[in-house]
């Protein structure tokens, strides 16, 4: 999935309920479950008004004209309407409540802590990444955003009129960051400030911000589309550019020059809790990073053996040859941008096709394999999700990396294909899209475990499908799994046990083959985004887990599709909640089949 779609997600999920000062007259007359949908609806109108970004991800209109407030004040205001939601909304019986209530109340319950504790940690003074930030999201709003009439467009520029002032507020925030010696490591803030400046130096229709433009719907005139144009393009050279040119300088000359020099988030002031706090967020595991260290180094001897008896199918007796075969042989790297699209588009076909062997209904939403978008793709992964909305008639998107293609490497494209698009994110997320009667706060949450545990499943359910009948991308699909696991390695590694940069590197090339520009892009990626690696295996191993429980107790009565069923229609959750909910499943069906 998308960095810049969680981004957005966890946006809206720790703004704030905009409650009364007063407890309403009606409140002790209430049952618990209608109290709990009154505070559900306040805070997801306060979210939405407060983020209009997201507001406009989910379909909601009304704001498309505004940008958020990314000011230290607005985010002071928010931790402390935070603080007052936590009390009262645990002040709400939690008497006379169903199941799905329960699990929606326990989620709110963990948000609204988790949301204070960063805050307090200061998280929030790290604004910008190579990944991570406003210099990317604004160029990449256009993808979420409708243009089907001219207010649309008069929309879209009304937002970039504001970018100046965006840019203000966050260059705010990054200097409280510099005072606090909150800060990511200065050789990738020197990448921000590359990434900031190549959008500042293209114009006209060539800018991001122009694609708009690029088509019109047949409803706007021909003179309206020459005023929107002009308009458009005029806001670009006025507003937007010159605001990034000043970001880009202030990132070169004053923001990346104070960066800290040790990869680690340990470095930080506090590191050790920020860590921990991120593996809470990302995981939601009592594993500590010691134990997950260990589990990771379980896991890496375990695939390796696999690894290693799949390459002497191929006549190599060691891994190492192996590896060396791969990265000389040009037929197993790709050879252009138009190859890497094809590929894609036909494995996200050959699985749709199959979806009824896995699910009992597949859900209608569309899926569109795309490039990635050109500003981001030279620091990104090879492909990520980002996800659609029926009620913004939005597909989903497969965005396929086409940066330097003739570098990356063939072996693990039909495993990332089915990772990203279906059975993995784009299946996931098509069912969240569906569910009715839950608070609107669940359909939208971000769980990585659970979300990126999925999408790893899924490659694996490929291989169930019957996919994979190339040893190569077999291979491919075993080292996807040894990059997961050495996800575990690496991010512990670096943010705990105080390894170097290029201990990373040279624990990921002992044990795969990955080109060397995926394993850059991903070290760097770890090191600016603690904890988020460790979700994608941790997730997956939870629900191989409950399969496994699943297919024992149930013996006969067990179903695959409608066990993927009950994990799906929950939407994301953590991954305790997930365990708990299929147990609860698990026994009903036992009793149901008495």
């Not at 050959?350 to 859900?363: E, G, H, M, N, T």
């Not at 475990?449 to 996919?467: R, T």
Request: hydrophobic share 40%; glycine share 6%.
């Amino acid at each position: 999935m998308s960095v810049r779609d969680y981004a957005l997600i966890a946006a809206l999920l720790c703004a704030p309920a905009s409650l009364p000062s007063q407890a309403s007259p009606q409140a002790s007359t209430q049952s618990s479950a209608a109290q709990l949908d009154d505070f559900y609806a306040s805070e997801w109108e306060y979210g939405l008004s407060h983020s209009p970004e997201f507001a406009t991800y989910v379909g909601d209109t009304r704001f498309n004209d505004r940008l958020g407030d990314y000011s230290p004040a607005e985010i002071q205001r928010s931790e402390a309407h935070d603080v007052e939601a936590l009390a009262r909304f645990q002040a709400i019986p939690a008497a006379g409540l169903t199941e799905q209530q329960t699990i929606s109340r326990g989620i709110m319950l963990r948000q609204l802590q988790m949301s204070i504790d960063s805050y307090r940690l200061k998280e929030w003074e790290m604004p910008v990444s190579q990944i991570n930030g406003v210099h990317l999201d604004l160029p990449a709003m256009y993808s979420q955003m409708p243009f089907n009439n001219a207010k649309d467009y008069r929309n879209y520029i009304a937002r970039l009129h504001q970018v100046p002032r965006v840019f203000g507020e966050v260059t705010t925030t990054m200097k409280l960051g510099m005072k606090d010696h909150l800060m990511q490591p200065r050789y990738l803030l020197e990448k921000v400030a590359v990434e900031a400046q190549d959008i500042a130096d293209t114009h006209g229709m060539k800018s991001s911000f122009a694609l708009p433009l690029a088509h019109f719907p047949v409803s706007i005139t021909l003179a309206e589309q020459q005023t929107i144009t002009h308009d458009l393009l005029a806001t670009i050279e006025k507003d937007v550019l010159p605001a990034y040119v000043t970001f880009a300088a202030f990132v070169r000359d004053t923001y990346a020059p104070a960066g800290r020099t040790e990869p680690g988030i340990w470095a930080l002031p506090n590191g050790d809790a920020l860590y921990k706090q991120a593996i809470r967020e990302h995981v939601q595991t009592t594993m500590d990073a010691d134990a997950i260290f260990n589990e990771g180094m379980r896991e890496v001897a375990e695939i390796n053996t696999q690894m290693l008896a799949l390459a002497k199918t191929q006549g190599f007796n060691d891994l190492a040859s192996f590896h060396a075969h791969i990265n000389a042989d040009p037929k197993l790297h790709a050879i252009s941008s138009d190859q890497l699209l094809k590929l894609y588009a036909g494995y996200e076909a050959q699985s749709r096709a199959k979806l009824d062997q896995i699910v009992p209904v597949v859900p209608a939403l569309g899926l569109e394999v795309v490039p990635m978008d050109a500003f981001r793709a030279p620091n990104a992964v090879p492909a990520d999700y980002s996800p659609g909305s029926t009620a913004s008639q939005r597909p989903g998107r497969v965005n396929v990396n086409l940066y330097n293609p003739t570098s990356r490497l063939l072996l693990n494209v039909e495993a990332i294909a089915y990772h990203e698009g279906v059975p993995g994110h784009h299946l996931q997320f098509a069912f969240a899209d569906t569910l009715q009667g839950l608070p609107n706060f669940r359909r939208y949450a971000s769980y990585d475990a659970y979300s990126e545990g999925w999408a790893l499943y899924a490659e694996l359910l490929g291989k169930e499908m019957g996919f994979y009948q190339d040893p190569y991308s077999e291979y491919g699909r075993l080292q996807n799994e040894m990059w997961r696991a050495i996800r575990l390695v690496v991010d512990t590694g670096v943010h705990q046990k105080h390894w170097t940069r290029q201990q990373m590197v040279d624990f990921f090339k002992q044990h795969t083959a990955m080109d060397d520009q995926n394993i850059q892009t991903e070290i760097d990626r770890y090191i600016s985004w603690p904890g988020q690696a460790l979700s994608y295996r941790l997730g997956q191993q939870k629900i191989l887990q409950l399969r496994e429980r699943a297919r024992i107790e149930l013996g006969p009565r067990y179903d695959i599709r409608k066990f993927h069923e009950r994990v799906l229609s929950l939407g994301p959750v953590p991954l305790d909640v997930l365990d708990e909910s299929i147990t609860r499943w698990i026994q009903a069906q036992k009793t149901a089949s008495k």
